[in-house]
């Protein structure tokens, strides 16, 4: 059983080295970092971090008010409150790492730590499934991997462990030593080199070293001998014992043979301290089995039995490495976590729902949690609680332990079932409206057939969206901006194609400073989903100028005549005024805006308005940001647009920001940043430039299923008007997806093409409106299978190319009929 390991605020505060106000010396029993884990029941020591966004000590009233009263914060707040407790530190981040630091030494089972740009979730998932039968392992939740993840990680361990996987992660130089002084592992594992966050290094080889810093003082290094920059650095750098693996290079464990078995198993072969053995592994991929490899290597080492390994090697399990948000029967959406259920990640897959789903009613279907060795009264009532605080309003148990203990879920409406099948057989789905469901379960529950029942599925075309990858994208752009400059990202057009509630979500998450939208409209969606950021419409009709002011949406303001139309409206509204407007500038796009001549009659209206409107920025665009070709017109922008600026400045308006840049002028003018940039395309991972190509991540993909195949005999035509007939009998596949879809008809008859099973498939015939015909001679396939339209294989430039477009309206084509499915990790 797992013993507590409790401490008292005092000993917290000496820890933290804080200066500790201290009215009530109680013991803590958890940490909270983020208001919206709270719960009740616990007796919380709330640590107020200052994100790049949102400030922790802006919660700290909030939570006193639920019950909290032991707070680590970098200032003691004018609130009198004298039973709370304060522990005043100059940085909380770093007292939270010193503390779980100092936590993590009062344990002596071993610590392995795992580091590497790509495979350190799934190695440690896998040797948690490898080693799990016969060892108590307390893990990282997720990829809790970062400098607060890792802290956050570290605390869950506790007395009857008998081993921690503690993956560390980093992004920029110098983080490392820090994760590396709470982690002190025992043991490393350094999986693969790659370009994650190149962005903030200069070399590759920098970043291994950065990454190397974890095991400075590590007894053992595992990894792969065969990635030579891992290996000459290590061989340079690290001082301790070099256990590795390698197909090519020397190595502990070295690769004899790798041969696939069937469509879906390799078996390896491996020579271990003079003795051959193998394994079979249920995967193919190259990823796979290097990270098979890697986790061989540290069983061989932990001196696990060959007969054993083989065994388990054999049933090692895919690693869900992303929470799924999918959209669901009568409106109602789907979360899918249906492969694991611990304590610490049910908790991020409700932070992950309460992001998600912010109006609609939430349920979580959660399986038995396995493996904790936790009492299950105890650790029941914690999940009830957690439930309750997350606000949700059915609960439904799956399996034997839960319901045993459904006394705990009182008061949450809730239902039990003994397992998968009863639940599949007794309960109506169609009992589900318009509400956010959290399917999480271990993998033994198969919940995938819950979710697939959830799922649906009228219509089998998808647009996927990886928002990790937006992020990422996000991060390399702010990368190459002033610290001061700040970032208005453009959702119009339902952000790019994409689905603008979920990206602006997303965005207001990551710490954007401003959206912009077309219409009205757009912007009044975004308000109805929750988004508080402020929010520019760049095209306002006037008719709808009631709901803008409404709903606190900005208006760019184009010429004399919108102004004094939008004036007219705003007078009904005087308690609104001076209302935020934006003043746009024409430089030389010869679009919307105020000319050069009209600018010091503009300055003057305004200086006239100053009590009924704020200039909050003044702007122009960029007509040609994306080639040399046209660099003379950009600087010419460039300096009517300062001009401008300078004039409205001195005829005494003074409140407005500046911004001028699109993602190509963002990556090819940076000396024009000025106060603010407005990024599009570069945020869906897209360039126009070769150059910026290569620095971002594309993240959509377009997928549908193929309907029915047939051989059509020679001398028949497919489709509409058929232009030709067969010269020779072929198979025909029919695709879920038309030009009412977003395929345009310019695509068929050869032009373009999509990928079935790994081979291009042209389309053939024209194309109809739900529905489109592809030629799949030479193609092994069969009915339902996956059919790329664009994505991983076909880039979206090459579909934008035989549509003679660009991206852009490659894009924004896609019909909103088409389901969107957003990913994240
Ligand atoms: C769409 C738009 C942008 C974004 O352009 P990208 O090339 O997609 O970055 C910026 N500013 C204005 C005014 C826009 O209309």
């Given amino acids: 059983m797992m013993d507590e390991k409790n401490y008292r605020l005092s000993e917290i505060g000496e820890m933290m080295e804080a200066e500790s106000i201290i009215t009530e010396n109680d013991f803590i029993t958890e940490i909270l970092t983020d208001s919206r884990s709270f719960r009740k029941g616990e007796n919380f020591l709330f640590i107020a971090i200052r994100g790049r966004k949102e400030d922790g000590h802006d919660y700290v009233k909030g939570l006193y008010d639920k019950g909290v009263r032991s707070f680590v914060v970098e200032r003691k707040p004018d609130l009198e409150k ?89 992004s920029q130089k110098g983080e490392m030593a820090k994760l590396e002084e709470m982690v002190k592992p025992d043991l490393g594992i350094f999986t693969t080199i790659g370009p994650a966050h190149q962005e903030n290094f200069d070399s590759y080889e920098e970043k291994v070293i950065e990454k ?13 001998a065969d990635h030579t920059l891992i290996h000459d650095t290590a061989k340079r750098v690290y001082t301790g014992k070099r256990v590795t693996w390698a197909e090519n290079a020397e190595a502990d464990l070295r690769i004899m043979d790798a041969e696939p078995v069937n469509d879906n198993h390799v078996e390896i072969t491996g020579k271990y301290m003079g003795r051959l053995s193998k394994i079979l592994i249920p995967f193919r991929d190259r990823a796979s089995f290097e990270n098979a490899c890697l ?31 999918i959209a669901g029967i009568n409106n109602c959406t789907v979360i899918n976590d249906a492969y694991n259920s611990d304590f610490a990640s049910l908790n991020i897959a409700l932070e992950f729902q309460a992001m998600k789903s912010k109006q609609l009613k939430r349920v979580v279907i959660l399986s038995d949690i396995l493996q904790t060795g936790e009492k299950p009264e105890s650790l029941y009532r914690k999940v009830a609680d957690l439930l309750e605080a997350n606000g949700v309003k059915l609960f439904i148990g799956i399996g034997p332990t839960i319901s045993k203990y459904a006394r705990c879920f009182e008061k949450t409406e809730s ?106 409209d757009e ?78 009659a503009l300055a003057e209206r305004l200086t006239e308005l100053q009590s009924q409107i704020t200039p909050r920025t003044v702007f122009s665009h960029l007509a040609a940001s994306d080639g040399e070709e046209f660099d003379e017109l950009t600087k010419r922008q460039i300096a009517r647009f300062q001009e401008a600026c300078a004039e409205i400045h001195k005829a005494g308006i003074k409140s407005f920001e500046r911004h001028l840049l699109n993602s190509n002028g963002i990556l090819r003018h940076p000396e024009a940043q000025m106060d603010m940039v ?3 395309l570069g945020l869906y991972g897209l360039s126009s430039n070769e150059k910026f190509r290569k620095k971002l991540k594309p993240i959509h993909k377009l997928q549908t299923v193929i309907s029915q195949i047939r051989e059509v005999e020679k001398g028949e035509g497919i489709g509409y008007s058929p232009k030709e007939l067969l010269t020779e009998k072929k198979s025909i596949g029919v695709i879920a997806m038309g030009y009412a879809d977003g395929l345009p008809r310019k695509l068929g008859n050869g032009r373009g093409c999509v990928r079935v099973n790994g081979k291009m498939a042209p389309f053939i015939g024209n194309i109809c409106m739900d529905m489109a015909m592809i030629d799949l001679s030479g193609i092994d396939c069969k009915e339902g299978d996956q059919v ?38």
């Fill in 82 to 170: 004298p039973d709370a407790n304060w522990l005043v530190v100059s940085d909380s981040l770093s007292a939270l790492q010193k503390f779980a630091g100092a936590h993590r030494r009062n344990f002596n089972y071993p610590v392995w730590g795992i580091t590497g740009s790509n495979g350190k979730t799934v190695v440690k998932e896998w040797l948690f499934q490898l080693l799990s039968p016969d060892k108590r392992i307390v893990r990282s939740p997720r990829s809790y991997n970062s400098k607060l993840g890792v802290p956050l990680s570290l605390w869950l361990m506790r007395e009857g462990h008998e081993l921690a996987l503690m993956e560390c992660g980093i």
């Fill in 212 to 224: 190397m810093e974890l095991f400075r003082d590590c007894p053992e290094l595992l990894y792969c």
């Fill in 295 to 325: 986790c061989w290597l540290a069983l061989l080492h932990h001196g696990m039995a060959d007969q054993i390994i083989s065994e388990r090697m054999a049933k090692l399990a895919p690693v869900a490495m992303r929470l799924e948000k």
């Fill in 415 to 520: 239902k039990f079932y003994d397992g998968t099948d009863q639940f599949l057989e007794e309960f109506a789905t169609h009992e589900m409206h318009e509400m956010s469901i959290l399917v999480k379960g271990s993998r033994v529950f198969r919940f995938e057939r819950i979710v697939q029942r959830l799922e649906a599925r009228n219509h089998e075309t998808v647009l996927e969206i990886n928002l990790n990858l937006m992020i990422e994208n996000l991060n390399y752009i702010r990368s190459l901006l002033k610290p001061t400059t700040k970032l208005m990202a453009m959702v119009k057009a339902f952000a790019y194609g994409t689905g603008a509630k979920e990206v602006a979500t997303i965005l207001e998450y990551s710490g954007v400073d401003y959206l912009a939208v077309a219409y009205v």
């Fill in 523 to 600: 912007g009044v969606s975004l308000r109805k989903a929750g988004i508080g950021l402020p929010i520019l419409v760049l095209n306002p009709e006037s008719s709808a100028y009631d709901a803008m002011i409404r709903y606190r949406l900005e208006p760019q303001i184009y010429s004399f005549r919108t102004l004094g139309l939008f004036l007219e409206t705003l007078r009904i509204y005087a308690d609104q005024m001076p209302y935020p407007v934006h003043i746009k500038i024409n430089t030389g796009m010869n679009r919307l805006g105020f000319d050069l001549a009209d600018i010091s």
């Fill in 678 to 680: 407005r990024l599009g």
């Fill in 788 to 825: 790329e339209v664009f994505g991983d294989h076909i880039s979206i430039y090459q579909v934008a190319k035989n549509l003679e477009t660009i991206p852009y309206e490659a894009l924004t084509n896609i019909s909103q009929r088409v389901k969107r499915v957003f990913y994240k990790e």
